[in-house]
């Protein structure tokens, strides 16, 4: 136990030195003091002498959390410095999947990957600790989990955030296309319907409707802007409803009937996923059980004999 809390100081006390250091560069790294006041006075300019009159003090208005102001910055911070040597052909396999998570904490290819260096290293700081004070099993073994730890760490918060978008996106497309299909059938066209879709929800399938408004604004064809936002996702789902719209402005179909039924063919699928979770959960339970819920179930019930049957074996 006391190996442990020693192990687990050590560590924050390390995290802690290197949010402080960092912190103090990127302090110094803001110019002299004049550069640093300007953003809090405001020097009016005389006109008839050409020059500032009395400063005057201004209210600086702080907006936004205590983690978007401050953690948040000093992580991107870390990601640029170790992101300077991030090999290049890992840079758009980073970037794909960054793109699909939708750019969590605004973060680029090299600034994750410079996290992910940075983890590691603390990572090998954490073991080689424990390593220092003795190489015990024991030893080896929470600095073989602590280094498998901190390496896998940001790849699994990654592929959690692209998993997480990805369900909801295929949680909200079924009404999203009923949506689509109402607008369509009251007069307005795919675009403007998309438009509409993408400013009534501010959900991720929203979002990137709207980012598809934007593509289409800026010269893109509405094929082209569609396959993007196939590519971007990544969902089945998705690129059956791109396909079947690029199918159906190539025939001439009507978009709000393809929409209705692509609608509820897709509301079947979602009902047949959550069967198939729901046919899971007893499966899945087992590990808990077997772990938690039996050993104590065993404590209670063997427990009250456990001294009759060691009087037994002692009169042996």
């Known amino acids: 136990m006391q190996l442990m809390m020693q192990i687990t100081i050590s560590i924050v006390l390390g995290i802690l030195g290197i949010a402080i250091l960092l912190l103090s560069m990127r302090w110094l790294r803001t110019g002299n003091m004049s550069k640093r006041l300007a953003q809090y006075v405001e020097t009016p300019m005389d006109a008839s002498q050409n020059r500032p009159n009395t400063p005057r003090m201004q209210p600086r208005v702080i907006t936004g959390s205590f983690v978007s102001r401050t953690i948040t910055p000093t992580i991107r911070w870390v990601g640029r410095f170790f992101g300077r040597i991030t090999p290049t052909g890992a840079i758009e396999n980073i970037s794909k999947k960054l793109l699909i998570a939708g750019n969590p904490m605004g973060l680029g290819a090299r600034e994750y990957y410079g996290i992910s260096m940075a983890c ?14 003795g190489t015990s099993s024991l030893n080896v073994t929470l600095s073989i989990l602590i280094l498998i730890l901190m390496y896998f760490f940001p790849k699994v918060w990654l592929q959690s955030r692209v998993t997480n978008r990805q369900n909801k996106v295929r949680r909200g497309l079924p ?46 064809s509405r094929r082209d802007a569609l396959r993007n936002l196939s590519d971007r996702l990544e969902i089945r789902e998705v690129a059956s409803f791109v396909a079947l719209i690029l199918q159906t402005e190539q025939m001439g179909m009507s978009i709000s009937d393809t929409l209705h039924a692509q609608a509820d063919q897709m509301r079947i699928e979602r009902r047949f996923r959550a069967q198939e979770q729901a046919q899971k959960a007893p499966i899945k339970m087992l590990i808990p059980m077997a772990v938690l819920i039996f050993p104590a179930l065993l404590a209670v019930i063997l427990g009250p004999a456990v001294p009759t049957l060691l009087e037994v074996f002692n009169t042996m």
């Open 120 to 133: 590691t290293l603390l990572g090998v700081y954490g073991a080689f600790l424990i390593i220092r004070r």
């Open 175 to 220: 009404d999203a296309l009923d949506m689509l299909s109402v607008c369509a059938t009251a007069g307005l066209g795919f675009d403007q319907s998309l438009q509409r879709v993408s400013e009534y929800w501010d959900t991720p399938i929203g979002r990137e409707f709207g980012r598809v408004i934007n593509e289409m604004e800026m010269g893109l």
